[in-house]
């Protein structure tokens, strides 16, 4: 488990960024597959799942994960939320509740963590590159301000995810940035013939762009074998059907 310093300092809260070590999954998704949604055994998922939640906090509730979807859209749970039978579509989740630990999948895309630590208030955010340049990261921001956050008690984690010298992309993808805002170029590089795209970097932008300064970059790339990551990119290369999730949670204890 990965912790961000900037996090660590408040007590009020738990959080973690897992990697793929320490739980009970085999093969290609050995061994902390937290992806309900993969082709691993569900048993093998669930287990895992309450692996992840005692080691942030034996007496949490089950943890709150939604069907992500590459969207700009988040779930806010107060005290009247009505948790649904089915999983809510949403890329994002907010709240201020206590013991509940909220929590999203990655494998290659970037995770973020949000703490304000006046209003108590935390969000989970699965940021691809097509939710980030849908706004997700500012649809959230804004929803949290909206509730009482205040940017300068804002501090955000951006969790492990793919960096950009292994991030190759298309012309066409570029022109998607560029038609968006044309200060995007920035965000890519050109190196022998091939384009290379910086998702943490155009994330944390975003962010500055709309004042928020208590940043804390995670520079670890989920493509490398080494740091033991889930990767969709990974997996391509070694031919694989189908991969594992990381997962990423915070709790206010």
Known sequence: MIISKKLSKFKEISHG????????????????????GSNDSKDKVRKNLQIVRKKINKKSKDIFLVNQCHSNKFVFIDRNFKFPQKKINADAIITDQVKLPIAILTADCAPLLLYD????????????????????????????????????????????????????????????????????????????????????????????SIKITNIDTIYIDTFIKKNNFFSARQSIKLQHDDYGRNISIIMIN
Not at 17 to 36: A, D, E, H, W
Not at 141 to 167: E, S, T, W
Not at 174 to 187: A, G, L, Q
Request: charged share 30%; hydrophobic share 40%; proline share 2%.
């Open 17 to 36: 960024f897992f990697n793929r070590k320490g739980g009970i999954s085999k093969g290609i998704y050995k061994s902390l597959n937290c992806g309900i």
């Open 117 to 208: 630590y006046r209003r108590n208030m935390v969000a989970a955010i699965h940021a691809g590159w097509k939710g980030a340049l849908k706004g997700i990261v500012k649809k959230v921001v804004n929803l949290m301000l909206k509730k009482g956050c205040k940017r300068k008690h804002l501090c955000v984690a951006i969790g492990p995810c793919i960096n950009q010298n292994n991030y190759n992309v298309r012309e066409d993808f570029k022109k998607k940035f560029i038609r968006s805002n044309k200060k995007n170029k920035i965000f890519f590089k050109e190196k022998k013939k091939a384009l290379f795209f910086n998702l943490p970097k155009f994330i944390k932008y975003q962010l500055k």
